[in-house]
């Protein structure tokens, strides 16, 4: 091996390439082996198994009746709304803070800024258990800052911030969320170019222009890529809400857990709502990236 | 000013919540709006109650395997695709990086659950396919921070120079490359054995009786007591905030070497 390479930088181009080539197919593909095995019997044939099994009944009959259920049944239409609806603004809380955090980011001293960051990109390990009860602890019904909100207006105990419901729930999720959007975000502020504004200025641009021709196509791109993290996140996200609602919010992942570990056992409904949700958040996906390609081109 | 006054505020959103739990774990009691009492009663609790302490021993036992398995699988595959100048090296890159998106741990749990259940691999409800559910999730970041380290020392120039020199693969490897990634591997290391000690959506999909892990526990705890379950939180929170107290070290490291 090593002479091989020493030797190929002697000779000429021709030769160097087989050589790489011949390398190549030797320890590359060899070093990708262990993985590509792991990833194809791991995940690529779990997923392919459970889309033909989606496919028939509990008695192995074959039939489309699991995905008409995901259409027609009440409780799985009120639940992919639900989930679209929720997504969506758990995205866009999580968006819009993390940009804002990341613009206050890039603006502090270095030192500041790493610290932030660094903070920030806390959340990405935590539990969803664990920020579950965190928040429980401070906004339950009679968590801290309801407690303190209540002495110091001296209002009933029927007054409280009500973190079991829908709104309750995307704030807790926002914790997740609006770190995550800050570490993409930080990412694309700093590849700002203070000259590219400068130069727009300099050309005579008004304020307005800055933004609309300069900063906003500069950072739309990464915006929409880091909003398709958010939303894939939250489309598949439910350890957090079954451990502060249970069962009584109707979300398209909580029914998939729910068919697949829980009372209402069964595999093949389960693997046809997890496709619904891979198509869902495939055509979201596609969309952005859409989006921000189409973008990027008018940009330049 | 304003710059700092939000400044302040934002780490006080971080820094709040996490202080809940660790504050209500040392506490006797907390009913009203200042804590009552200092006691350890509750991370004695994990230790001596058999049913918290063999939780503690799975889960860090699948976080130790999944990280094995992690870096055994994902460092020579980022080593591999580092090296694919071609269009399907950059393909197989982003795919590596799209694949988390489009298949969330949710869907890949209930893959999992369903795809071994018979002999040969009637691997469902065990610890084994709970530390696979672990790598799989644990891949995407190991992944991406492996090879921005493979990227950042241009590992390519790197070998060739060595190689010039008349080093081996193996003293390549030995005396090059592996010092150089060795922060980016043991990042990618830290993240993985935080974040599969405390996943909780997947592993309650997949696992059974047999393989209950810490967050499983959390889950049963937050419903019977809250006084155990907060010493529970809290561990998990010291054991993410230790992973980045390092992590942070390794990337300073880094930093510091690069600038050399």
Do not use: C
Request: cysteine-free; overall charge positive.
């Amino acid at each position: 091996m090593p002479d091989i390479t020493v030797t190929a930088v002697r000779k000429p181009m021709e030769r160097r390439k087989v050589v790489w080539l011949a390398s190549f197919l030797r320890a590359e593909v060899l070093l990708l082996l262990p993985f590509l095995l792991f990833l194809g019997l791991f995940e690529i044939y779990p997923l392919i198994n459970m889309a033909v099994r989606s496919l028939f009944d509990t008695n192995g009959t074959f039939t489309f009746q699991n995905y008409i259920n995901v259409f027609t049944k009440p409780q799985f239409r009120v639940a992919i709304r639900n989930s679209l609806l929720f997504a969506s603004a758990a995205s866009l809380v999580g968006g819009i803070g993390g940009t804002f955090v990341a613009a206050l980011a890039v603006r502090l001293p270095s030192r500041w800024r790493n610290f932030l960051l660094s903070l920030y990109a806390l959340p990405m390990t935590l539990s969803g258990l664990v920020v579950a009860f965190a928040f429980i602890v401070l906004l339950g019904r009679n968590g801290v800052l309801n407690l303190i909100v209540r002495r110091a207006f001296n209002l009933p105990p029927t007054v409280y911030f009500n973190l079991y419901d829908w709104p309750g729930i995307v704030m807790v999720y926002a914790f997740f969320q609006i770190p995550l959007m800050t570490l993409s975000m930080a990412a694309v502020f700093e590849n700002l170019d203070p000259s590219l504004i400068e130069a727009a200025r300099n050309l005579g641009a008004r304020p307005w222009q800055v933004w609309r021709y300069v900063v906003i196509p500069v950072l739309l791109p990464g915006f929409l890529a880091g909003m398709s993290i958010q939303f894939a996140g939250m489309m598949g996200a439910f350890g957090t809400v079954l451990a502060l609602v249970g069962m009584a919010k109707n979300l398209l992942s909580l029914q998939i857990y729910s068919h697949a570990s829980e009372s209402t056992y069964n595999l093949p409904q389960a693997g046809a709502l997890a496709i619904v949700l891979i198509a869902i958040t495939g055509v979201a996906l596609a969309l952005l990236s859409w989006g921000a390609r189409r973008l990027a081109r008018r940009g330049t | 000013m304003i710059r700092w006054i939000l400044f302040v505020f934002l780490v006080l959103y971080i820094v709040v919540p996490m202080l809940m739990p660790v504050i209500f774990s040392f506490s006797v009691f907390w009913q009203d709006i200042l804590p009552q009492g200092f006691t350890l009663r509750w991370y004695e609790a994990i230790l001596t109650r058999p049913a918290n302490y063999e939780a503690l021993l799975v889960s860090l036992t699948v976080a130790s395997s999944a990280v094995l398995l992690n870096v055994l699988i994902t460092v020579p595959a980022a080593y591999a695709l580092n090296r694919m100048a071609s269009k399907w090296g950059q393909r197989l890159r982003e795919g590596a990086m799209i694949l988390p998106l489009i298949f969330p741990p949710l869907v890949v749990g209930t893959a999992l659950l369903q795809a071994f259940t018979r002999p040969p691999l009637a691997l469902t409800g065990t610890l084994w396919m709970v530390i696979i559910a672990h790598t799989i999730l644990g891949f995407p970041f190991m992944f991406r921070i492996v090879l921005a380290a493979f990227q950042t020392i241009d590992e390519r120039t790197l070998s060739e120079a060595a190689a010039s020199l008349g080093a081996n693969l193996w003293q390549r490897m030995r005396y090059v490359l592996i010092p150089n990634v060795l922060p980016g591997i043991l990042s990618g290391a830290l993240l993985v054995f935080a974040i599969s000690m405390g996943e909780f959506e997947v592993t309650s999909m997949v696992a059974g009786f047999t393989a209950q892990t810490l967050p499983l526990r959390l889950f049963q705890q937050i419903r019977n007591d809250m006084r155990v379950a907060s010493a529970i939180t809290a561990f998990l929170i010291y054991v993410s905030f230790l992973s980045f107290m390092l992590m942070s070290y390794l990337g300073a490291r880094m930093r510091r070497l690069r600038a050399l």
